[in-house]
């Protein structure tokens, strides 16, 4: 019997390689998939900061408006320097580029007139869109409205200062945990 050569393959072997030596290191891939996470979720942490911003908004312009019914104010800046009570729970609050304005996270409050000639408090969006979306009033210290503004308040530059409730103004409903004693 004739004893036949083992074929042989003409291509080459390929020799193994190590693991870490194969494809997209490890921390490239971490790299990456962080940076995917960051993108998507900067939108979403954009949306929350606006949205925690616009109820501030509403809570704060509640406790000023309630105090200011109280001490018939209309001259918000000098009311913050009168009450401690009113400095001690908004630390943030700085005169805005207006006489008696006041500006706090990235709202402004200022005294409005509704059309029936009676005052109120308002807040809207320093920078629409970017620093809020709402504007609110508090009429007598405890009603309080919402308006979904679209960008019609906004900053010094359009200011909210006569309002008429019956131009897309809702009562919106004040949580228990905002109402103060």
């Not at 490239?28 to 954009?46: D, H, I, K, T, W």
């Not at 709202?107 to 509704?114: A, E, K, R, S």
């Not at 405890?142 to 409730?165: F, M, S």
């Amino acid at each position: 019997m004739v004893q036949s050569k083992p074929r042989t393959d003409p291509r080459p072997k390929a020799h193994a390689e190590p693991a870490e030596r194969r494809g997209i290191p490890a921390a490239y891939l971490l790299l990456a998939l962080g940076l995917v996470v960051f993108v998507v979720s900067m939108p979403r942490f954009r949306a929350q900061v606006v949205r925690d911003n616009t109820l501030g908004a509403r809570d704060m312009l509640l406790l000023v408006g309630e105090v200011a019914a109280e001490r018939g104010h209309r001259d918000l800046v000098a009311l913050l320097a009168e009450e401690a009570s009113l400095r001690h729970r908004l630390r943030d609050a700085r005169p805005a580029a207006t006489v008696g304005r006041m500006r706090l996270h990235g709202y402004l409050l200022d005294d409005v007139t509704l059309t029936d000639g009676s005052a109120a408090l308002a807040a809207w969006p320093l920078d629409f869109g970017r620093t809020g979306r709402d504007a609110w009033l508090v009429v007598d210290g405890q009603h309080v409205y919402r308006h979904p503004n679209g960008g019609r308040w906004t900053g010094e530059a359009r200011p909210l200062r006569r309002v008429d409730l019956a131009d897309g103004w809702q009562a919106a409903p004040v949580p228990v945990a905002v109402r103060f004693p």
